[in-house]
């Protein structure tokens, strides 16, 4: 009898990929059923699973296994496995959305290895491949002295390729407007006060050595696309929906089309990773995903929130969290 793992989402696409790649990783691990769950309505219709629109993955299942007769672990999802993480926190903890512990009732933790349960149930809002080592080395102690981003890396080229129609708009964006050189730049919506000038100096520094290069630029703010097109006349972007109102583009009940929003960012973030330099904020996992999928010099590489003490303090809190 199969056993599973139901891979729950939460949040945007960099979200809930690196949730999915730290869960299809323990699932390969305990020999279970991987079931990678994005039915919340984010980047599809709800209850239409968006993942498999998205990803060329045949060992993942699409999918929910019935619980009628089975186990589930964490107990809280017996009976609610149709439902997402957010109904769930909004139902049993309404405070806790941002909370950084909520994960230790709707997940099991991956660093364990031994769970008898039919069916278990994991989310994460990032990846957790330091809780998740700990299953792989007592599995298989050769997994100690892989690097994290080599971990991530070849588990996101295996289990993420992209839709055929998806690679070909990406390719073609390439062959219209791609040129010989080209530097990658991620500004996100929260980001759009601060970001514009803590690129400046690091793009100063790129478009110096490489002075005919063109700028990619990914975003999901209009003002910031319209703004630095003035300011560099070299920077090209791809056709994407904004909300009228200043917003997220994921989530965002204005969208006329989840599917396609869905498309779109992975298009700027696959196009991102292909870029010969990259100034990105390394706390969104939207371009961490990019940059770990580079193969820029490392010197090429500007994580812009290097420096921001409040950052690097969220990442020693979500690294040690159990």
Same mark, same amino acid.
């Given at each position: 009898?199969? +056993? ?40 599809? /219709? ?37 439902? #997402? ?13 941002? #909370?950084?512990?909520? !994960?230790?009732?709707?997940? =099991? ?22 809780? *998740? ?5 007592? *599995? ?18 295996? !289990? ?8 070909? /708009?990406?390719? /073609? ?11 990658? =730049? !991620?500004? +996100?919506?929260?980001?759009?006060? =601060? ?14 050595? $490489?002075?005919?290069? #063109?700028? $990619? ?19 090209? #972007? ?7 109102? $200043?917003?997220?583009? !994921? ?19 696959? &196009? ?20 770990? &999928? ?7 590489? $500007? ?14 809190? +979500?690294?040690? &969290?159990?």
């Amino acid at each position: 009898m199969n +056993r599973y793992l139901v891979i729950k989402a939460k949040g945007g696409m960099g979200n809930r990929m690196l949730c999915a790649l730290t869960g299809i990783l323990y699932a390969e691990a305990t020999n279970r059923v991987p079931v990678v769950d994005w039915t919340d309505g984010a980047y599809a /219709e709800f209850g239409v699973n968006a993942f498999p629109q998205f990803f060329n993955n045949e060992k993942c299942e699409a999918m929910l296994p019935l619980d009628n007769e089975k186990t589930v672990v964490p107990r809280i999802w017996k009976g609610h496995l149709e439902k #997402s993480v957010s109904a769930m926190i909004s139902t049993f903890d309404p405070n806790k959305h941002k #909370s950084f512990f909520v !994960h230790r009732k709707y997940s =099991i933790d991956p660093s364990q290895y031994d769970y008898d349960d039919d069916i278990a149930v994991y989310w994460s809002y990032t990846e957790r491949i330091h809780r *998740l080592k700990k299953c792989l080395v007592n *599995l298989n102690s050769e997994w100690a002295s892989i690097n994290k981003n080599v971990i991530l890396k070849s588990t996101l080229i295996r !289990h993420f390729p992209l839709k055929t129609p998806i690679l070909n /708009e990406k390719e /073609e964006f390439k062959s219209k407007y791609w040129s010989n050189k080209v530097i990658g =730049i !991620h500004v +996100r919506f929260t980001d759009r006060r =601060i970001a514009i000038k803590k690129i400046e100096t690091p793009l100063r520094q790129m478009l110096a050595k $490489f002075p005919e290069a #063109s700028i $990619f630029l990914a975003t999901d703010n209009f003002e910031v696309d319209r703004y630095l097109k003035t300011q560099y006349p070299n920077i090209i #972007s791809t056709k994407k929906w904004y909300p009228d109102e $200043f917003g997220a583009l !994921h989530q965002n009940t204005e969208c006329p089309d989840r599917v396609r929003n869905g498309v779109e960012a992975l298009i700027d973030m696959y &196009l991102l990773a292909e870029c010969d330099a990259l100034i990105f904020p390394a706390d969104s996992t939207f371009s961490l995903i990019s940059s770990i &999928l580079s193969d820029a010099d490392i010197e090429n590489k $500007f994580d812009i929130t290097r420096r921001d003490v409040a950052v690097r303090a969220k990442r020693i809190i +979500r690294k040690y &969290l159990p």
